[in-house]
């Protein structure tokens, strides 16, 4: 019968833990918009925050897919 070992695995939550990268991502967001003259208001923002880039550019652009 094989024997069972004990497995070590280490989860890290880089994003916000070790490093916040939220200012990076709102800047580069509203530089990206302002390209095509749309102003990122806080709303815009606040809308974006903890969501995955596919998903911000479905519910913006909807319009465009």
């Known amino acids: 019968m094989a024997s ?3 497995e070590l695995a280490l989860i890290l939550d ?3 833990v070790i ?3 939220n200012p990076v991502h709102r800047g580069v967001w ?3 918009n302002r390209r095509f003259g749309i102003e990122t208001d806080e ?3 606040q809308r974006m ?3 995955r880039n596919d998903d ?3 519910d913006f ?3 465009a897919i």
């Open 4 to 6: 069972l070992t004990r």
């Open 14 to 16: 880089m994003d916000g």
């Open 19 to 21: 490093v916040d990268s």
């Open 30 to 32: 509203a530089a990206y």
């Open 43 to 45: 709303a815009m923002q």
């Open 49 to 51: 925050y903890g969501r």
């Open 56 to 58: 911000i550019v479905r």
């Open 61 to 63: 652009f909807r319009w």
